[in-house]
């Protein structure tokens, strides 16, 4: 069974820094592009970041300048380093990965305190 196992969520207080992690298990070739993708209450969800194999990112211009995302192709994990941290950032944020199937993780609560 192919799935992303997602870790590092929980509470922080604004200005501070959480890394959020995303493993893929079981067999799927070649993921082309992994991301985060996040969903505060009664909101829709909303691509964070996103990076290509060879490296290529994106990210939303809520985020430019405070997260960073990278990733291990040899582990299939892709990694979401969040830093000066706003309340406005609280969601739950989901792992995607695109190869020969899409898949999306469970979700990691994040929660920034004021």
């Known amino acids: 069974q192919v799935q992303l196992v997602e870790s590092g969520g929980g509470l922080v207080q604004a200005g501070g820094s959480l890394r959020l992690s995303c493993a893929a298990s079981?067999?799927?070739?070649?993921?082309?592009?992994m991301g985060w993708y996040r969903q505060a209450p009664e909101k829709q969800r909303e691509l964070v970041a996103a990076?290509?194999?060879?490296?290529?990112?994106n990210y939303a211009d809520s985020v430019k300048g405070r997260f960073t995302i990278s990733r291990d192709n040899a582990k299939n994990t892709v990694y979401l380093q969040m830093s000066s941290l706003k309340p406005e950032d609280t969601a739950v944020y989901y792992c995607?990965?695109?190869?020969?199937?899409?898949?999306w993780g469970q979700g990691t609560l994040v929660t920034v305190s004021s």
């Open positions: 995607n990965a695109v190869g020969n199937l899409e898949l």
């Open positions: 079981g067999s799927i070739s070649r993921i082309n592009v």
């Open positions: 990076i290509t194999r060879s490296g290529s990112t």
